[in-house]
């Protein structure tokens, strides 16, 4: 039982990261049905991350400075490497508005406008900034929760609506909102895993998963999620994200026992962080769709297919070299502290 608690949850966040790609490669194709299929996305898949990442929350120490090793690191190296290939390919780059928007952490066109006169904004980066603040609000929840004997769970929802009542008034930097949004997928799944939920019964949780996939789909017609501006559409939308995002945790559970598949997905997991940093820098996308369109329509299924199936392939063998490397270093490092 221990191996299916730590196996799903990776394999849920494998299916996160591969739906952000897929999500990131709609805009080739205006077909019908991709507006559909961009909400369906757009209503879990960041959502997702944060409830997993509460699945394992600790209060134990030094939380917090592992958190800020694998988040800020690679936000501060994604961003920087952002601002050398600005200057490479555009040497009129306005460079201290460009590092003014890194030090704000504001990814939101939205925000921008209403707040911070047209701030350049950066790219997917946001989710890295936003999930470490929350992880670190989250904990001083945890302490000003059991110091004074208030419910978590009423603290997390408080943060989640003060951070949506401050978008009228403030757009705060360092991805502060989008973080307090996420506070509360994150509570969810740390409930989760303090409740067992996902350990029952297929048969006894069948009801709950009809009822949660049911309000999921409804929410994805009548509400919108961007975590990135802290927007969400309606209170039907905050249902979808939490009951989309359980729906797809649960089926996991099945993804991770199918053999190579459910392997893949839990390898994409366990190395999700790479996976992003790799989706992020990956500056031939351009390319590949220029090169499509010289033989198929670009505005088509098939063009939409072929160009996520190239770029995940990409994004994959990046990362496994990275990994492999990676593992030697470690061996390596491993065998010199023995000697």
Same mark, same amino acid.
């Given at each position: 039982?221990?191996?299916?608690?730590?196996?799903?949850?990776?394999?849920?966040?494998?299916?996160?990261?591969?739906?952000?790609?897929?999500?990131?490669?709609?805009?080739?194709?205006?077909?019908?049905?991709?507006?559909?299929?961009?909400?369906?996305?757009?209503?879990?898949?960041?959502?997702?991350?944060?409830?997993?990442?509460?699945?394992?929350?600790?209060?134990? *120490?030094? &939380? /917090?400075?592992?958190? #800020?090793? +694998? =988040?800020? @690191?690679?936000? $501060?190296?994604?961003?920087?490497?952002?601002?050398?290939?600005?200057?490479?390919?555009?040497?009129?780059?306005?460079?201290?508005?460009?590092?003014?928007?890194?030090?704000?952490?504001?990814?939101?066109?939205?925000?921008?406008?209403?707040?911070?006169?047209?701030?350049?904004?950066?790219?997917?980066?946001?989710?890295?900034?936003?999930?470490?603040?929350?992880?670190?609000?989250?904990?001083?929840?945890?302490?000003?929760g059991k110091k004074y004997n208030v419910s978590l769970s009423l603290l997390a929802l408080a943060v989640f609506l003060a951070g949506i009542a401050?978008?009228?008034?403030?757009?705060?930097?360092?991805?502060?909102?989008?973080?307090?949004?996420?506070?509360?997928?994150?509570?969810?799944?740390?409930?989760?895993?303090?409740?067992?939920?996902?350990?029952?019964?297929?048969?006894? *949780?069948? &009801? /709950?998963?009809?009822? #949660?996939? +049911? =309000?999921? @789909?409804?929410? $994805?017609?009548?509400?919108?999620?961007?975590?990135?501006?802290?927007?969400?559409?309606?209170?039907?939308?905050?249902?979808?994200?939490?009951?989309?995002?359980?729906?797809?945790?649960?089926?996991?559970?099945?993804?991770?026992?199918?053999?190579?598949?459910?392997?893949?997905?839990?390898?994409?997991?366990?190395?999700?962080?790479?996976?992003?940093?790799?989706?992020?820098?990956?500056?031939?996308?351009?390319?590949?769709?220029?090169?499509?369109?010289?033989?198929?329509?670009?505005?088509?299924?098939?063009?939409?297919?072929?160009?996520?199936?190239?770029?995940?392939?990409?994004?994959?063998?990046?990362?496994?070299?990275?990994?492999?490397?990676?593992?030697?270093?470690?061996?390596?490092?491993?065998?010199?502290?023995?000697?």
């Open positions: 039982m221990e191996n299916n608690r730590l196996d799903f949850p990776d394999a849920a966040r494998g299916l996160a990261i591969i739906a952000v790609i897929l999500g990131h490669s709609l805009y080739v194709c205006n077909a019908y049905g991709v507006e559909l299929l961009n909400s369906l996305i757009f209503s879990f898949h960041m959502p997702l991350f944060f409830m997993v990442s509460g699945y394992f929350y600790s209060d134990k *120490k030094g &939380g /917090i400075t592992k958190s #800020a090793k +694998a =988040l800020l @690191i690679p936000y $501060v190296l994604l961003s920087l490497f952002s601002v050398i290939v600005s200057v490479i390919f555009h040497p009129d780059y306005d460079i201290p508005s460009h590092l003014l928007s890194i030090l704000y952490g504001n990814a939101s066109p939205l925000r921008a406008e209403q707040f911070l006169h047209n701030l350049p904004v950066i790219d997917m980066v946001w989710f890295l900034m936003a999930l470490f603040f929350c992880r670190l609000i989250y904990r001083g929840l945890d302490a000003f401050l978008n009228q008034f403030i757009w705060l930097p360092l991805s502060i909102q989008p973080a307090m949004g996420g506070v509360l997928f994150y509570h969810i799944g740390y409930e989760l895993r303090q409740r067992k939920i996902m350990e029952g019964t297929d048969r006894s *949780k069948l &009801g /709950i998963l009809i009822l #949660a996939a +049911a =309000l999921w @789909i409804c929410a $994805v017609f009548f509400g919108k999620v961007r975590m990135e501006s802290n927007l969400y559409d309606n209170f039907i939308s905050v249902i979808g994200a939490v009951c989309g995002s359980f729906f797809i945790f649960w089926t996991a559970k099945y993804l991770a026992k199918i053999p190579f598949i459910g392997g893949f997905f839990k390898w994409a997991g366990r190395n999700s962080i790479v996976i992003f940093c790799f989706h992020e820098i990956e500056a031939g996308r351009y390319v590949i769709v220029s090169f499509l369109s010289k033989f198929i329509e670009t505005n088509s299924y098939l063009c939409l297919i072929l160009f996520f199936v190239i770029r995940l392939t990409l994004v994959i063998i990046a990362t496994l070299i990275f990994t492999k490397l990676r593992d030697i270093y470690k061996r390596h490092k491993a065998v010199s502290a023995i000697q």
